[in-house]
Structure formats: structure tokens, C-alpha cells
């Protein structure tokens, strides 16, 4: 007696010579070497020539690994506009790149080299970066192509080639040559654990407090230069020791003006502290009684007069900002022209001086002897009880 059939023999199926297996890691790369060798993606260059051009330049990739499902979809997409714009008779080429600088890329060959790092030269650690950066921008590269992407794949551009390079070279001897390019400092965002500059897009923002303190600045220029009803009201103690922060009515007879600060390390440096005067008037702090008001004057009055520093011996110079607000602090601020974007150009604007006491880990530099070498964020406690309680 025969054998029976097989069960799928019993029914009536239409026959195909498609495999029921893809055997995808054969087949694909096949397939994309008969693109290539066929030159599927380049048959439409020459007659593309006298076409209007869409040009889809893709987003500077960092290569920090395997492309993420993210990563595929967005190619795919911009994939189907430029097969889109092509087939309806545009010249559309996509140009892939990559971009090899920066410090994601840094952080990555870091945790690769651990403390092997710190024995190597600069040069052999900025080769370790290029080398990862190459590896997997071939690895990018490959899984784009692998997608059926078409583009400019055996040229791409990436902006650690010699060629990339060198035209940013060019055009900064251009810039240079009409007298566009000078020297001078900046704000800029910084990183103090990788001792590097940020970009915008690198900082993520969170909320944070800060410890505030309130210090009396005591005026040294003549108190009628501000307003002539206050003529005589300034200097009368003068005499008695001005580094003492005592609240006492006795050594307070000479006129002050009330600052806040919510960054107390940065008055431990020997060349910050700059009051900021707003347009309102200093509220109750620091111990005062309740205020009352004898003399009301703009405070563009206050501009460029002097006053004593706290505890150094400094001429501070009175300046005026429209940045500064009243519904926090006293009306009036510390600047410091070397921390921070606005209090830059404040500088600049008054010519203050833009040295920084803070070196590129963050430590105070050049400032007060007791706090040379503190990481800044750890001065902010003892800076805070020294203001408050006139330790100096």
C-alpha cells in the first residue's frame, strides 16, 4: 500500500519559485552589490544635470554607536521624500555626513580608556577618538545601506577629513583677511568635570537652589553727587575699621547701598564685585528695621559712583542694568564679568575687568587665601557664613 500524501499535495495552492526562507544575511548583501554594480543610484546623474535640483543634506550625525530604531526611521522618511522628489523629476541627491568632533565622543573613549588615558599623550588620545569616531560612522554607513537608503555613500562628508578640515581653514584666512577675525573673551557655556566648552545643545536644564547672602557696600563718593539732600550724610565713621560687617547702628552711620547674591563663591575673587543698582529701592534685609523712606532719586543716580568693597581693599564702581529685577533680592546686585553672559557685556559696556579667578575645574584661583584651590560650588557655605557674619 503507497505511503499517503502529504497533506499540503491534497490541496490546490498555486506553486512559485520564491523560497519560503529569506535567508536575509545572504541575501541582502547580494542585493546591494547588484546596486552597486549595476549603479542603480547614480543611472539618473546625467540626464538629472538640467533638472531643478532638492538637495537633502542629512543631519550631522555624532557615530557614538549602532544606529538606534529612531535613527532607521527618520532615514527611511527622509528616504522616501528624496525617491519621492526624484521620481517626480527633481535632481535629488542625499548627501549622508557625520560629525567626528566634540565631546559625546570624548566621553565615549574615556569610559574605553579608564586611567589608561591619563598615561598617554594628547596626540595618541585624539587618535583613539578618531579611530572610534571612523569605526562606527563604517558602521552607520553600512546599516543605512543596508535599509535600501540611496545616497551619496562613497562620498560622504565627515568633519574630521582632511578636506572638510581644510575648508574650514580657508574660510576662517578669509575672515581673516577683511579684518572680520579679533581677539578677545567670551561667555561660553563650560563643563568644569571635561574642562571643555558646551554647546546649547549638550546642556540639559534642571532646577537648582542657590544659597543667597545680602552685604552692605559702603559709598565712598560724594554722597551730593546722587542727590544734594544728601549732602554730609556719607563718611561720618569713616575712621572705624570698614572690614567689620557689624550691623550695629554705631559703625552704620555712613551711607550703603544693599546688594544680593546668589553666587557667594564668586566675591571670594580678588577681581569680581561689581553692584548693580536696579530702579527700586533695597527692601528689608540683612537685619535691618523696617525701612522708611527719607529720599527717593532715579537710579541712574547711582551710576558710576564708588564704594568700598567688604572686606578688600578695592574702589567698587557703581553701574546700572535694565536685567535686573525687583521682585527678588533688594533692587541691587552683584556682577561679576567674568561668570555669566549679561554681567559680560555689563562689563564691557563700563570696562570692568574680565579676568577669571576660576580655573578650568572650577577651583578659585588668585582669590583669598583661604579659599585658593576650593571647587566653587563647595565655597558657596563658607562664603555664605562669611558674609553674613562679617568674619573678615
Known amino acids: 500500500m503507497p505511503p499517503p500524501p502529504e497533506l499540503k499535495a491534497t490541496l490546490n495552492l498555486p506553486h512559485s519559485d520564491f523560497p519560503m526562507k529569506a535567508n536575509l544575511p545572504q541575501t541582502e548583501p547580494k542585493r ?14 546625467p540626464s538629472a ?20 530604531w529612531a535613527t532607521a526611521l527618520n532615514k527611511c522618511l527622509k528616504d522616501f521624500v528624496v525617491k519621492s522628489k526624484t521620481m517626480a523629476g527633481f535632481n535629488a541627491p542625499y548627501v549622508p555626513g557625520w560629525d567626528c568632533h566634540g565631546l559625546p565622543i570624548e566621553i565615549k573613549v574615556d569610559e574605553k580608556l579608564g586611567r589608561k588615558k ?6 595618541a588620545v585624539r587618535r583613539a577618538c578618531r579611530e572610534y569616531a571612523q569605526k562606527y560612522l563604517d558602521l552607520q554607513r553600512t546599516q543605512f545601506q543596508r535599509l535600501g537608503i540611496f545616497g551619496r555613500w562613497g562620498l560622504p562628508y565627515s ?5 572638510y578640515e581644510s575648508k574650514i581653514i580657508e574660510t576662517f584666512f578669509q575672515f581673516l583677511e577683511k579684518g572680520f577675525v579679533y581677539k578677545g573673551l567670551k561667555p561660553v557655556l563650560w563643563c568644569m568635570h571635561d574642562r571643555t566648552a558646551l554647546a546649547e545643545a549638550e546642556v540639559e536644564y534642571d532646577m537648582h537652589t542657590s544659597p543667597s547672602v545680602y552685604v552692605r557696600y559702603r559709598l565712598t563718593s560724594p554722597a551730593e553727587a546722587i542727590d544734594s539732600r544728601l549732602a554730609g550724610k556719607a563718611g561720618l565713621d569713616h575712621h572705624l575699621d570698614h572690614h567689620a560687617l557689624d550691623p ?5 552711620r555712613w551711607l550703603s547701598i544693599l546688594i544680593s547674591n546668589m553666587s557667594p563663591w564668586n566675591r571670594m575673587g580678588r577681581r ?9 529701592p533695597p527692601r528689608r534685609r540683612a537685619g535691618w528695621n523696617a525701612p522708611t523712606r527719607s529720599r527717593g532719586f532715579p537710579a541712574s543716580r547711582m551710576e558710576r559712583v564708588t564704594f568700598a568693597h567688604p572686606f578688600l581693599d578695592r574702589s567698587i564702581l557703581g553701574v546700572t542694568a535694565t536685567y535686573v529685577t525687583t521682585d527678588q533680592g533688594t ?7 567674568a561668570h555669566g553672559v549679561d554681567d559680560f557685556a555689563t562689563g564691557a559696556r563700563y570696562g570692568l575687568s574680565q579676568l577669571n579667578d576660576v580655573d578650568d575645574g572650577g577651583h578659585i584661583r588668585n582669590g583669598l587665601p583661604e579659599y585658593d584651590g576650593m571647587f566653587v560650588f563647595k565655597a558657596n557655605a563658607p562664603s555664605s557664613l562669611c558674609l553674613r557674619s562679617g568674619a573678615r
Open 32 to 45: 546591494l552589490e547588484g546596486w552597486e554594480q549595476d549603479g542603480i543610484t547614480r543611472k539618473s546623474a
Open 49 to 68: 544635470r538640467k533638472l531643478p535640483v532638492m538637495c537633502c543634506t542629512m543631519g550631522r550625525r555624532t557615530p557614538m554607536g549602532r544606529s538606534t
Open 118 to 123: 591619563l598615561e598617554m599623550p594628547a596626540i
Open 159 to 163: 568633519t574630521m577629513t582632511p578636506e
Open 248 to 252: 550695629s547702628p554705631l559703625r552704620w
Open 272 to 280: 569680581t564685585s561689581w553692584p548693580k543698582p536696579s530702579r527700586a
Open 331 to 337: 533692587g541691587a546686585v552683584h556682577t561679576a564679568p
